[in-house]
Each structure stands twice: as C-alpha cells, then as structure tokens.
C-alpha cells in the first residue's frame, strides 16, 4: 500500500472523538479542497469543541504529526496553559495533559504506532 493510501486508511479509521482534559472533541476529516483554501492540514476549536485533520495526507507520518499538533493545541486551551508561563509550568502541564489523553483515548496509541510503522 502507498504511504497516501495508508494515511487515508488511517484518518479515515480515527474515531468520532477524543477527550482533552473534561471536554470531548468532535475528530472532523477536513475536506482537501478546504484544506488546501485554508493552507493548513487541521485545526482545533475551542468554540466549536472539533479538531480537524485533512483527509488525505501525503504519508501517515505527516497524518500523525498533524493529529498530534491539533491535540496540543487543546491541551494547551483545555488546561490553561498561558503564553507567558515558565517552561517548567507548560512542561509539567502538558505530561500530566498527555498521561490523561492517553488514559481516556486508548485507542490513539496504537494509531499513532500504526501511522509511524515503517
């Protein structure tokens, strides 16, 4: 299988939604048109509570690195991580955020393994 056709297989395997913190994101798979308009490969909205990721990506490295880059931005809204705050604060904060994401999202890391699988 072609690594875009992994990646496809991938997102498109990514469950309705993950938990950040006490919030429940709603997991979007972005139009590539869209994504292309809007030059970005996801997103996350703390108004709309959705993260979003483009559905066709090139390789699943990059379908991982964009799912994880969208859930950081939650963690960062979700536990109230400020720009200004020490980097022993936001280091802190974001290992306790990730042991719970991984705590109530037990499927996300093994699709994280299955999209970095060589």
Request: aromatic residues 12%; hydrophobic residues 50%; charged residues 20%.
């Amino acid at each position: 299988m072609l690594p875009a056709e992994r990646a496809f297989s991938l997102i498109g395997a990514l469950p309705a939604s993950i938990r950040v913190g006490p919030f429940d994101f709603e997991i979007l798979k972005m139009d590539p048109m869209r994504a292309s308009a809007e030059r970005k490969f996801g997103f996350f909205s703390a108004v709309e509570q959705q993260i979003a990721i483009q559905a066709d990506m090139a390789t699943p490295f990059k379908a991982a690195d964009t799912l994880i880059h969208e859930i950081n931005h939650a963690i960062f809204w979700a536990y109230g991580i400020e720009d200004a705050d020490a980097e022993e604060r936001t280091v802190s904060a974001l290992a306790t955020a990730w042991v719970q994401v991984y705590r109530d999202n037990p499927w996300l890391l093994e699709w994280i393994g299955a999209a970095v699988k060589s």
